[in-house]
């Protein structure tokens, strides 16, 4: 059974930082693209940032968040994480993690190619 699980979610103050982690079981881990995703209150889920299957691999962070956010995993734990830093009232979303397929498409990450989803977590930024 897939199961994706995310944690770390908060309320913290502009300018803090959060670190959100994401365990994964029940599928090849390390054989898939990872991604995080958001959705703000009336807004459509978007992809924050996306990592390639290899750990230190490939990865693509939105322009909204680029310089702030940094995607990593550990393949030996199947496990991903977000490291936020510099946070923004307007990252005040549900953060969920994502797994896609075997091949990362380039760009921002899409909703539609990823096919498994954790519950998602808060992270509320107020100013």
């Known amino acids: 059974q897939v199961h994706l699980a995310e944690s770390g979610g908060d309320s913290v103050q502009a300018g803090g930082s959060l670190r959100l982690s994401c365990v994964a079981s029940g599928f090849s881990f390390n054989r898939r693209c990872m991604a995080w995703f958001r959705q703000a209150p009336g807004k459509e889920r978007e992809g924050v940032a996306r990592i390639y299957t290899a750990a230190g691999g490939g990865t693509f962070a939105a322009d909204s968040v680029k310089g702030r956010f940094t995607i990593s995993r550990d393949n030996a734990k199947n496990t991903i994480s977000l490291q936020m830093n510099n946070l923004k009232p307007e990252d005040t979303a549900m953060y969920y993690c994502?797994?896609?397929?075997?091949?990362?498409?380039?760009?921002?990450?899409?909703?539609?190619?990823?096919?498994?989803w954790g519950q998602g977590v808060q992270v509320t930024v107020s100013s």
């Open positions: 994502a797994a896609g397929g075997t091949y990362c498409a380039s760009g921002p990450p899409r909703r539609a190619d990823y096919d498994y």
